[in-house]
């Protein structure tokens, strides 16, 4: 599809992206000269991406770029959805390549062909699908960063990475099912994220091995943090650690963050050993998870994400 440049897209609505040609086609786009090649195309010496793995959801505040709403390619309008939430569409995929890699996105983010991406016309920025290609049933979660596919008969531009592993390089195009992965469901009956290279397992296997008792503080400051009434409720989990001063180090951090809302580190046992959770909750109804989500982030933790405790 044709890819709209950066200029363009600055002069006309304030955006930092564009979208491709899939297939290694050809382009019309007058603005195609801020690229170092005129078609797109596979790359020089393709690396084996059977093994890049799938885009993981989580909760992320919408980027400042190519979100305006409505915006304008080509003189046609396009509306960007409130919310990803129930998304569900079928049509044509296509895929962009060398041309658009190591430029940027259009909410600012750097194009890797080789990561699991994809651009949307109207999903808001950052969103989380999952693709099915029809004709084999091969599927892939994606995060959407971009905008695009601008024809009307495409639905969504895959990044290289994953239209390999759709089985859809060689004829550059795929009828598809695109569905929306809403982050905090999908964590919740799959993985649960951790620091320290912890490797994650499925949230099930994690809950049903929680102490249901907060850790005891060994110091005053700690020991100052109020004790939570119920385990049951909404958590914001921050991190997992493999030592409980890790994780006392970062309740500690976390109490302004927090504003009010209880910091606590729960142990839980993995293979013989202890695992410390620092969870923010439970939550109570008059907390807006984004904007504590936003705190947290920029309190230096990059990937909280909201898990339901029974």
Known sequence: MARLGLLLLFALVGLAGCSSTGGGGGSDNPNAGRYSMTHDRYPDAPADVSNVPDAVPRIEPQSRGGNKSPYEVLGKKYHIMPSAAGYSRQGTASWYGEKFHGHLTSNGEVYDMY???????????????????????????VRVNDR???????????????????????????????????????????????????????????LAATKAATEKVATQKTAALPTPVSAEGRYLQVGAFST?????????????????????VRSVERDGRSLYRVLIGPLSSDVIPGDLISRVQAAGHSSPILVDYP
Request: aromatic share 4%; net charge positive.
């Open 244 to 264: 409980d001063a890790a994780a006392r180090k970062v309740q500690d951090k976390l109490v302004a963050a927090a504003a009010g809302s209880q910091v606590q």
């Open 115 to 141: 990561k699991m991406s994809a651009a949307h016309k109207s999903l808001p920025l950052p969103s989380y699908v999952r693709v099915t290609n029809l004709s084999n049933r091969r599927q892939v979660i």
């Open 148 to 206: 695009g596919p601008f024809h009307d008969n495409r639905l969504i531009d895959l990044s290289y990475a994953a239209a390999a592993k759709l089985g859809m390089l060689n004829h550059g195009t795929a009828r598809v099912e695109v569905e929306a992965i809403d982050p905090v469901a999908w964590n919740s009956k799959n993985i649960l994220p951790e620091s320290e290279n912890m490797t994650a397992k499925p949230a099930g296997a994690q």
